[in-house]
Nanobody, 126 residues
Framework: QVQLAESGGGSVQSGGSLTLSCAAP????????MGWFRQAPGKEREGVAL????????FYGRSQQGRFTISQDKAKNTVYLQINNLKPDDTAIYYC???????????????????WGQGTQVTVSS
């Protein structure tokens, strides 16, 4: 069982920035897909940003281009999501996820055998 430990959520004002962290201690795969999904109230879970840890290839949701940056620290098995110029529409629970198959990265589809974190709330006020 893979455990994902998220941190960094909180309440910010519109225009602010946040960095979310997700650690996967003990994840023994050398290369895997890891990153972030989010779910706003009353909406479906959507892919935000994923990274294929082997090559460092990144994938972003269509609405996340430009303000979102995913990065990794391979030595720490940790992935980061920096969000700049936060907007009220970014308010959601952000879930860290990991998958052993790299093909799941490009689709940013929450369906499938993902490992999930418990989620961290991000609230953006106008």
């Amino acid at each position: 069982q893979v455990q994902l430990a998220e941190s960094g959520g909180g309440s910010v004002q519109s225009g602010g920035s946040l960095t979310l962290s997700c650690a996967a201690p003990g994840y023994t795969y050398s290369s895997y897909c890891m990153g972030w999904f989010r779910q706003a109230p009353g909406k479906e879970r959507e892919g935000v940003a994923l990274i294929y840890t082997g090559a460092g290839t990144t994938f972003y949701g269509r609405s996340q281009q430009g303000r979102f940056t995913i990065s990794q620290d391979k030595a720490k098995n940790t992935v980061y999501l920096q969000i700049n110029n936060l907007k009220p529409d970014d308010t959601a629970i952000y879930y860290c996820a990991a998958h052993t198959l790299s093909t799941f990265c490009s689709g940013l589809d929450p369906k499938g055998n993902w490992y999930w974190g418990q989620g961290t709330q991000v609230t953006v006020s106008s």
